[in-house]
């Protein structure tokens, strides 16, 4: 509804004009009835008033001079004059001021609500071109922070605009907060329906919180995270307020919208040109949501001074884990897994890097073991890439605990389904290979050890394993091999003992012939591949 506020000495014009017709339907209010100009000004400076129709002559302050009024103090409100046919004069000054109208009394019915229903299509065009405006504006002034917080933008650029879009540089200490929402939170609340109104009342949450301590501004990365951007001459001091901002921030959005959030904070910057130092290490410390989990605000100097421990030995739950895999013992499979990640909860700002590359160790082992017996894993491990994009993708420990477990259950299906389609003797021989792959064994000694012809068993294993003798005892040794390379503490003539192989260069060469590169090559290539 747009404001109305009539001012006229005749108390019937006064009367006739609030009754002449319904207001509502026209979307319209009656805000004020005042009988003088003064009066007028009072309410015209405590209200939001978007229509003032007045009398042009009034005691204490005549409608002209309030119309001069209005103008000088650029308020937006449209004026209608209403005049005697003597003062003709009065109302040529009036239309030079600017007014929509002017009606001579008595008022006409069709010429006044004529005049209304103009004046009202007026406000409502400015309106919307000044939305337009504005969201223009505030598209630039977004863009404009985000290249001043990734430092993509010339220090002359920034100057010449931060003045035009309200941007204060001239602050002498900055912050950056980063707000990263659950998208699981997202996608499991069932309240939730509409995501671009969900992170615009995430944004009113955010600007309303942080106008109020006056400390900074709210806008978004090309993550569609949000960014926090404090400043001020006393920010150092106000630290603990800035906390309390992050927190009711998080708390608001966790009471009202029922979403999660993770807010990492940088360093505090002396010098707006290095604003992008604090946001580049908010960034890189939202990584410890792993390790948290949401609803949690983190300081990277927290980080900084306690990076935790880097390094959990984890040599002895692989082998147990491939023991479990090798006897189908999910459970214990499970249970492995649950102690590994236990031990992550247990260690202190544990790095999210350490406990990826831990994650990745074990899925490495658990496919190697299963392709090691040479089922069939080509419709489920086919990219080993997306594979393992997979274990950065998660948010917590618990979901990417738990896709561990479902990885596991998936190696033992693959292995169940291949056993049913071998042989009582080659399942034993497959098992036994397993076992004794760095022994210094051949298909004659094998079938010598299961009183098998030689001939016979590489023709039944070639049939059932779908791969010669020879090569699958290679692949056996060699994906061994590549789990004992990364864990760097042995040179290449102790890994080729270790699994079988006399002779370090014939193990170089089987091992270039599997993988395209030489043992040490192997080991400088930092990229995990199966």
């Known amino acids: ?232 001459n006393d920010l150092l001091n106000r630290i603990p307020e800035i906390k309390k901002v992050l927190y009711d921030c998080k708390q608001n959005i966790n009471m009202n919208l029922k979403v999660d959030v993770f807010v990492s904070v940088g360093s505090v910057e002396v010098d707006y040109r290095l604003v992008y130092r604090s946001y580049k290490q908010a960034k890189t410390i939202q990584d410890y949501c792993l390790v948290l989990g949401y609803n949690h605000v983190l300081f990277y100097d927290r980080v900084a001074v306690s990076p935790g421990k880097a390094f959990i030995d984890i040599k002895d739950d692989l082998m147990a884990l491939n023991e479990a895999l090798r006897c189908r013992e999910l459970q214990s499979i499970n249970s492995v897994i649950k102690d590994i990640f236990t031990k992550f909860h247990n260690i202190e700002n544990l790095n999210p890097s350490a406990i990826r590359n831990i994650t990745v160790t074990i899925l490495f082992s658990m496919v190697n073991f299963v392709r090691s017996l040479n089922s069939n894993t080509s419709t489920v491990f086919e990219d080993a890439n997306e594979l393992f994009f997979n274990v950065y993708k998660f948010e917590t420990l618990y979901d990417l605990e738990n896709w561990l477990k479902e990885m596991a259950l998936t190696c033992i299906n693959i292995l169940d389904s291949e056993e049913h389609k071998q042989s009582p003797s080659i399942r034993k021989i497959l098992s036994y290979l397993n076992s004794h792959y760095n022994n210094d064994i051949n298909l004659k000694t094998v079938a010598s050890e299961f009183e098998l012809n030689a001939f016979y068993l590489g023709q039944l294993f070639k049939s059932e394993v779908g791969d010669s003798f020879t090569n699958y005892l290679n692949n056996l040794r060699i994906n061994r091999a590549k789990e004992l390379i990364m864990e760097g503490k042995y040179k290449n003539n102790e890994i080729a003992e270790k699994v079988g192989y006399i002779n370090t260069n014939y193990f170089s060469t089987i091992f270039k012939k599997a993988t395209g590169m030489s043992p040490t090559e192997f080991k400088d290539n930092k990229s995990l591949t199966f």
């Open 1 to 232: 509804m747009y404001k109305v506020l009539i001012a006229d000495d005749e108390p019937f014009i006064l009367e006739g004009l609030a009754n002449i017709i319904n207001w509502e339907e026209y979307g319209l209010e009656i805000v004020g009835l005042v009988n003088n100009g003064l009066e007028a000004k009072d309410i015209i400076d405590s209200h939001n008033v978007n229509l003032l129709i007045t009398d042009i002559k009034m005691p204490k302050m005549a409608g002209l001079e309030l119309i001069r009024y209005i103008k000088r103090e650029k308020k937006n409100i449209k004026c209608i004059v209403l005049s005697g046919y003597n003062d003709f004069e009065y109302v040529k000054e009036a239309a030079k001021l600017g007014i929509e109208n002017y009606l001579l009394k008595p008022v006409d019915d069709e010429e006044f609500i004529s005049t209304l229903i103009n004046t009202v299509d007026t406000i409502e065009n400015e309106l919307c071109e000044n939305k337009e405006i504005q969201q223009g504006l505030k598209i630039l002034r977004d863009n404009i922070l985000l290249r001043w917080v990734t430092n993509n933008v010339s220090d002359r650029e920034l100057r010449e605009k931060a003045s035009f879009l309200n941007i204060n540089i001239k602050n002498s200490h900055f912050l950056v907060a980063i707000l990263k929402i659950s998208t699981k939170s997202i996608y499991d609340n069932p309240d939730i329906d509409d995501s671009i109104l969900l992170r615009a009342s995430i944004q009113n949450i955010c600007c309303q919180t942080i106008t109020e301590s006056t400390l900074g501004t709210v806008f978004h990365d090309i993550d569609s995270d949000f960014i926090l951007l404090f400043s001020g």
